[in-house]
């Protein structure tokens, strides 16, 4: 007698249903649909405007500062950061 592995020799792959014409004909057209609320569009749009303009603001200045040579970093805290893989 012969194995051929432990896998059924017909699997089912339960995604095939969603491109089969047939599995949606009782469905007459239904979308899935999503909505948010004002107050949740508030909630995003306060999230988005403060940090972006900070980060972008902190980038601008930093570019200037490299850009003049004015830009300085402490010794010290590169050593902090590299001295745990240095261990």
């Known amino acids: 007698m ?3 592995g432990t896998q059924p020799t017909n699997p ?3 995604y095939n249903r ?9 469905k007459k057209g239904k979308r899935d649909e999503v909505s948010i609320s ?17 980060k972008a603001e902190k ?4 570019k200037r500062s ?3 040579g004015t830009y300085y970093v402490e010794a010290r805290k590169i050593a902090e ?7």
């Open 59 to 62: 980038l601008r200045e930093l």
């Open 38 to 54: 004002a107050e949740a569009q508030q909630m995003l749009n306060a999230n988005n405007v403060g940090p972006a303009d900070d």
């Open 18 to 26: 969603q491109n089969d014409p047939k599995a949606s004909v009782g």
């Open 66 to 68: 490299v850009a003049t």
């Open 12 to 14: 089912i792959n339960p």
């Open 81 to 87: 950061k590299l001295w745990p893989y240095l261990k």
């Open 2 to 4: 012969k194995i051929h």
